[in-house]
């Protein structure tokens, strides 16, 4: 079997840890080439373009959340995206309420920001607290699995009950804080990307699992379809229609909130940091670092010198490291024998656990489902029934 010739682009600092990247002659990888076609259709939009779709997203939003105690809502963990888009909605005028998922992992730090920033802005926070005994559960029987995805569990847990909350309150908008310009181009290979399909999650817990999950709140694909078209509540992203920039974000959240910026993206959680900083490298050869700093490159915020000096250090200190791992194993009650044993163990497919089957039924589902509410049910006062988490 030959072995792959290692590459790395010569744009950025990706290279061929990820089996998806391929190189044009002058060494360019395809991710800097798709970064490039999909930010002229969103990012490098004329100002006055993407201010224009702003305003009017705004006013819809405004008219819609009309009578309302609040209009939008902001998930916030604490990290800066999420933190600046809660202040973006302030300064646009409107009435959000914010949402924080303790999944049992918040950082100090975060929990910091986060009050720090609430108290600033005057918002109402609700905090979501999961059923840690069964998110913990279902946490492990990621881990026993091997996959690679195990942060799975918790983008669950965030969507389901955004939704649930917006549905709960009649809120038709859930902003979301995915900015293009930080967190474009994460390779296809290192996570999954059907992280709504509940038969993979399933299937995955019921081999490893213990308990049963009567608490944690799923969201399918076929929900999140109704959502869209019975329920009318859409998910999307400002952060892109506005100039964002990296440097300039940073500068106003650290002198006007008191913010303390992470030393990497998403390491306000501290099993997120234990996870890309330790078991993604460790386990799966993968260092998340170099498709963040790529796309801080691509974004003109970081040199590709400085990128190459910062990934000649591990992914955090190797002290904090060895604490994290005495913390994780602690709180899932697991020996380091058998911690290390997992990590050692053979790398398997998300594909093994299987996958729903509703992209084309649910659509059908949905449609006849309408029919029913507006034809059917409606003229005859028949509510409409809750939807099934």
């Not at 293009?180 to 299937?203: A, C, I, Q, S």
């Not at 044993?341 to 309408?370: F, R």
């Amino acid at each position: 079997m030959s072995v792959k010739e290692y590459k790395q682009c010569t744009r950025c600092v990706l290279d061929t840890t990820t089996s998806t990247i391929t190189f044009d002659a002058a060494g360019v990888c395809n991710y800097c080439h798709g970064y490039d076609e999909a930010a002229k259709k969103t990012v490098l939009r004329p100002k006055e373009v993407r201010y224009a779709e702003l305003n009017r997203i705004v006013e819809k939003i405004k008219k819609t959340g009309e009578g309302n105690e609040y209009d939008c809502i902001v998930g916030i963990s604490g990290g800066m995206d999420s933190s600046y888009m809660a202040v973006l909605v302030k300064e646009l005028g409107l009435r959000p309420l914010l949402v924080h998922f303790d999944n049992g992992w918040d950082s100090e730090l975060a929990v910091k920001n986060i009050e720090q920033l609430v108290t600033k802005l005057n918002y109402n926070l609700n905090t979501y607290v999961i059923d840690w005994e069964e998110f913990k559960d279902l946490q492990i029987a990621y881990f026993k699995a091997s996959v690679i995805d195990i942060e799975v569990p918790t983008d669950q847990l965030i969507f389901a009950i955004l939704f649930k909350i917006a549905r709960e309150n009649n809120i038709k908008y859930i902003l979301e804080g995915y900015n293009f310009r930080t967190e474009y181009g994460v390779p296809e290979d290192w996570n999954f990307n059907r992280k709504f399909d509940l038969t993979n999650l399933k299937n995955i817990h019921a081999k490893f699992g213990k308990l049963r999950l009567k608490k944690f709140p799923t969201i399918s694909e076929n929900d999140l379809l109704m959502f869209d078209q019975i329920y009318h509540i859409k998910a999307i992203g400002l952060l892109n229609l506005v100039d964002y920039n990296w440097h300039e974000v940073k500068k106003l959240l650290m002198e006007k909130y008191d913010y303390t910026p992470y030393q990497y993206k998403h390491y306000e959680s501290i099993f997120t940091r234990f996870y890309q900083g330790y078991i993604l490298p460790k386990k799966f050869k993968i260092d998340k670092r170099l498709a963040h700093l790529s796309t801080l490159i691509r974004s003109g915020f970081i040199t590709r010198e400085f990128a190459l000096k910062e990934l000649e250090n591990p992914p955090y200190p190797i002290e904090q490291q060895n604490t994290d791992k005495e913390y994780v194993m602690k709180k899932w009650d697991m020996t380091e024998q058998e911690f290390d044993a997992i990590m050692n163990a053979p790398i398997v497919s998300h594909d093994v656990y299987g996958y729903d089957k509703v992209s084309y039924w649910a659509k059908i589902k949905v449609k006849l489902y309408m029919i029913y509410l507006y034809k059917i049910a409606y003229p005859f006062g028949i509510k409409k029934r809750p939807l099934k988490n």
